[in-house]
Structure formats: structure tokens, C-alpha cells
């Protein structure tokens, strides 16, 4: 294991990344030598994979095995479920998710990626980018996922060869470069000899660039507060009414974007009261400023009507607030989503009942191109949808907050996950349709 000490992990950053490609393209064999190589592998985990190996035949430790942890998986040699992992070097902290790459499976890409400040896309050099590399650029995209590396796996079965890699490279930079992906880098690799993931290889010295361990040890990652909308979703509102705190009203939640200071306005939405901080407590602790991902009690000035759901903003940097939503959806149930279906919207902390409206088109993601009103989307479709609540929302552009900016469409029979939203614009927006779906008894 890593001798990082605590001091050495306080003083790190925190990067969050996703590996996605084509089915036996190696992301679980790369994120297994990643995880090998740097040392972040528990000596019984070590053994446990090597036990396993020789069972299925293998004179190697086969390294997918170290997140492929579903019997179905092993069974299969796919992935299937999302594997989370947690490693640290010297230089930074990591959370990665391993996502499948099975087209039935794309929405546990989307769940993976939702969070992710990088995506790293594998590609077999030997078959080039491909429908599913395409699909998995796009979702990345989607969800405003700021870097993306492209990890050209497998050069060892070609020979190493540079045209092969650059062929590549050059093809999927352009169709990134075309959904608006800011960043991409192409690293050619072998994940299973172990060239360019944590050590430099020694067969391909016409590579300069950084090995995967590298970029992602060095990848800006950006935590810029002050360009960030402030927002805290109210999660519970205590009030012990003890003799020690007789007339304490704190307002507790985890702070989703920005950062709040003792003294400023803010305005409780979606009624719109204003007041102003009198107190921030961070683990029972008064500070004057708390910022994003830290769990905090606000206390308020003016005795106003707050509760759980609600959303305290600055009031100077409020978002709108309304009833009609449009967004980009990811459809990740089995069964489908149609136009005049009810369902809840979770927003933040707050839900509300709701009604599909209109379903104006579906993504094709192999060419970005759109599917007029297909009436309904299926499990792995995304679409335009326009949803009708029964309350006011405040929301944001999933553009500007990708906190703020995201929903989930729950069936209200069963609780059941349907779909997950990005509000606002995507890269490929359709043009305006007309409603043409019906009240359906929903009067709001």
C-alpha cells in the first residue's frame, strides 16, 4: 500500500473521473493495473484476484477482477454494474467509477459520469472509434464532464504502431471537439502489459505525452467559488427548544454550489422572503463563511417560514422560478416514459408531483441526429421532454450548475428511478414544438 500520510492527503485534491468505452475494450483491466500499479491494492484483494485467476485457468492475476465484483461479471468477463473505487497518490485523491460498456447498460454511464470532473473513453486500437465510443463522447457532453481522455488500449496487438494511434486520436478529438468537449487527450496504452497507465513505455518512444497516472495526477481540477451560483438546498430544520438554545431555528443542509457569509441577504425560494445570515454552524462551530460540499446550519435573522425542500440563495444571485421545465433526459427505467405519464420531480431536497407534457424529439447518438415526437422514450434513449409541476421550482441552467441544474422523474406507484434530467439547452437543442399533449385531469 501507498505511504501517503494524512498530512500529505489534507494538503491534496480531490478528482472525480469515470472510465466508459466498448464492450472488452479493458476499462476494468486498466482501472485494475491503475489500481495495481500505484500501490493501491490491498495485499489480501491481491490474492483473493490471484486465487481467482488460477481457478479460471490463468497464470496471470487477471486484474478486472479487482472491480468487476458482481458474480455475473466474473462469470461473463463484462461489467455490468458500476464499481466505485477510492485510491490516493502523494499528489492527489481519487474516486473512480467503472462503468459497463454494454448499450443496455448506458445508463449506468450516466450515473457514473454525473459526478465526474473527467471521463476516460477506452478505444481498442484495433477497431477504432466505434457507435458505442461515439455514444459515450456524447453523454459525456451531456453532462458537461470538463476533461476527457482518450485511452487508445490494446497497441500492444498492433504492433505499437504510431499511424494506428493517430488515426485514431485524430478522429475522435473532431467528433468531441463537434459536441463541445473541452479538452481531450490521447494516450495510447496497453492496460494489460502496463504501457503508459502508471509507468512510461518503453516500446512506443514516439509518445511524449503523460501517462494516464499523470494527466489525471495533473489535470486542473477547478474549485473557483467565486464563480459559483450559491445555493443550499434545506435539508431539516432544527429547533430544540431547550433551555440552553430556547429560540435557536437553524436551517441545516449540505451546501450544493458557492459558498455563504455571515451578514448577507438571501431569499428563501421558491416563496421569495428575504432576510439575512445571523450565524453559520459547521459541526455545532460559528464560522463566517462556509462553502461548497460542506454540511451546515444557517440560522436567519427574521422569523420567516422555512422549510425542508426549500432553497436558500443569495438574494443578489437568485435563479428563476417556474413551473414549466424543459430538459434533456436520460431514461434509465425499463419501462417507458410517455407524454401525459404523472410523475414526482426530485429537485435538491424538494419533491413535487408532475406531468410530461411533450417529448419534442430523441437523440440518436451515433450522428446527434433528432427523432421528431417519438411519443415515448425507452430505457437508455435520450430525449428533449417538457414537464408541468404542481409547485414552482427554482432552477437552474444544468449549464451553469450541474448540482442546481438536475432532476430525477420518480415513479409516484412504486418509488422507482425513471429518468434523469439536465435542465435547459443540450449541445444538439431541438427546435420549439408546439404542446400538443393534454391537461389529462392534471389542473396546474
Not at 450516466?110 to 456524447?138: C, F, K, P, Y
Not at 406531468?355 to 433528432?370: G, M
Not at 434523469?420 to 393534454?438: I, L, R, T
Request: charge should be negative.
Amino acid at each position: 500500500m501507498s505511504t501517503t500520510t494524512a498530512e500529505e492527503l489534507q494538503a491534496t485534491t480531490l478528482l472525480r473521473f469515470a472510465t466508459a468505452g466498448s464492450v472488452d475494450d479493458g476499462k476494468s483491466t486498466l482501472v485494475g493495473r491503475l489500481l495495481h500499479d500505484s500501490k493501491s491494492v490491498l495485499t489480501d484483494q491481491l490474492e483473493a484476484v490471484e486465487h481467482a485467476s488460477l481457478s479460471r485457468g490463468k497464470d496471470t492475476p487477471d486484474l478486472a477482477l479487482l472491480t468487476d465484483g458482481l458474480r455475473a461479471e466474473r462469470e461473463q468477463g463484462i461489467t455490468i454494474d458500476v464499481a466505485y473505487r477510492y485510491f490516493a497518490t502523494p499528489r492527489r485523491r481519487f474516486i473512480l467509477a467503472d462503468t459497463p460498456g454494454h448499450v443496455q447498460y448506458t445508463r449506468n454511464m450516466v450515473t457514473g459520469a454525473s459526478t465526474a470532473e473527467l471521463t476516460v473513453i477506452l478505444v481498442d486500437a484495433r477497431n477504432g472509434v466505434v457507435e458505442q465510443t461515439r455514444r459515450h463522447a456524447a453523454i459525456a457532453a451531456l453532462l458537461r464532464v470538463p476533461h476527457a481522455v482518450l485511452a487508445v488500449n490494446k497497441m500492444d496487438l498492433v504492433g505499437y504502431r504510431e499511424p494506428v494511434f493517430a488515426r485514431i486520436a485524430e478522429e475522435f478529438t473532431a467528433y468531441a471537439t463537434d459536441l463541445g468537449v473541452p479538452e481531450v487527450t490521447a494516450i495510447p496504452i496497453s492496460a494489460l502489459v502496463g504501457d503508459n497507465v502508471v509507468e512510461p513505455s518503453a516500446t512506443m518512444d514516439w509518445y511524449g505525452g503523460p501517462t494516464v497516472l499523470e494527466h489525471l495526477e495533473t489535470v486542473p481540477v477547478s474549485h473557483d467559488l467565486a464563480h459559483c451560483h450559491a445555493r443550499l438546498p434545506v435539508q431539516y430544520v432544527i429547533r430544540p427548544q431547550t433551555a440552553e438554545h430556547p429560540d435557536y431555528r437553524g436551517y441545516a443542509g449540505q451546501i450544493a454550489a458557492g459558498s455563504f457569509r455571515l451578514g448577507e441577504e438571501v431569499t428563501v425560494l421558491p416563496a421569495g422572503r428575504t432576510s439575512r445570515i445571523s450565524g453559520i454552524d459547521v459541526l455545532g462551530t460559528p464560522v463566517e463563511a462556509a462553502w461548497t460540499t460542506q454540511s451546515v446550519t444557517v440560522l436567519l435573522e427574521d422569523d420567516i417560514d422555512v422549510s425542508r425542500g426549500d432553497l436558500i440563495v443569495p438574494s443578489k444571485d437568485a435563479p428563476d422560478v417556474t413551473q414549466d421545465v424543459e430538459a434533456t433526459v436520460c431514461h434509465v427505467a425499463d419501462q417507458p416514459l410517455g407524454v401525459g405519464h404523472r410523475v414526482l420531480l426530485k429537485h435538491g431536497t424538494r419533491t413535487v408531483k408532475a406531468i410530461v407534457k411533450d417529448i419534442p424529439s430523441r437523440l440518436t447518438l451515433d450522428d446527434l441526429s433528432l427523432h421528431p415526437h417519438p411519443g415515448q422514450l425507452v430505457a437508455n434513449d435520450i430525449g428533449r421532454v417538457k414537464i408541468r409541476t404542481a409547485e414552482p421550482l427554482p432552477l437552474d441552467s444544468y449549464a451553469d450548475s450541474r448540482r442546481t441544474g438536475s432532476f430525477i422523474l420518480i415513479d409516484p406507484s412504486d418509488g422507482t428511478t425513471l429518468t434523469a434530467g439536465m435542465v435547459g439547452e443540450s449541445f444538439a437543442a431541438p427546435e420549439p414544438v408546439k404542446d400538443q399533449a393534454g391537461n389529462d385531469g392534471w389542473d396546474f
